[in-house]
């Protein structure tokens, strides 16, 4: 008696060793596809967004001294070529910049063609009458 439930024991670890193995096997297929996934999303997301930062000049306190100095200016200049005291003028600044692009995205549109039944009969008939 003794030695069955030995025996169904050994038999029951052997099967949830055989059921361990197929999910570990199964765990390094999908961390394989993790990995594949997080390669991607790095080098056609992150990469990108990072390259974009790290060429571009975001000294944003830079970028906030120059816009005040221009402002100061365009207050305190009254013309580019100097205008006498009795003169009144004003002078703006423009500052030009790149375009923002705005990739254009396309829809595709499917139409499906619906048939109609045509009733026949007496009662068809009768129902396009008062149509």
């Given amino acids: 008696n003794g030695v069955n439930e030995l025996n169904t024991g050994v038999n029951a670890l052997s099967h949830g060793g055989q059921q361990l193995k197929t999910g570990s096997n199964k765990l390094t297929e999908g961390t394989g596809e993790l990995k594949e996934g997080m390669d991607k999303f790095h080098n056609e997301g992150i990469s990108k967004i990072s390259n974009e930062v790290k060429n571009k000049d975001l000294d944003i306190l830079g970028i ?8 100061r200016l ?10 006498s005291e009795d003169m009144e003028g004003s002078l703006k600044f423009i500052m030009k910049t790149e375009g923002v692009k705005l990739e254009e995205k396309s829809e595709k549109v499917v139409v499906e063609k619906v048939e109609e039944k045509e009733e026949k009969g007496f ?5 396009g009458i008062f149509k």
């Fill in 64 to 71: 906030l001294d120059v816009k005040d100095e221009l402002v």
């Fill in 74 to 83: 365009a207050k305190d200049n009254k013309s580019f070529t100097g205008i």
């Fill in 123 to 127: 009662m068809a008939w009768l129902k």
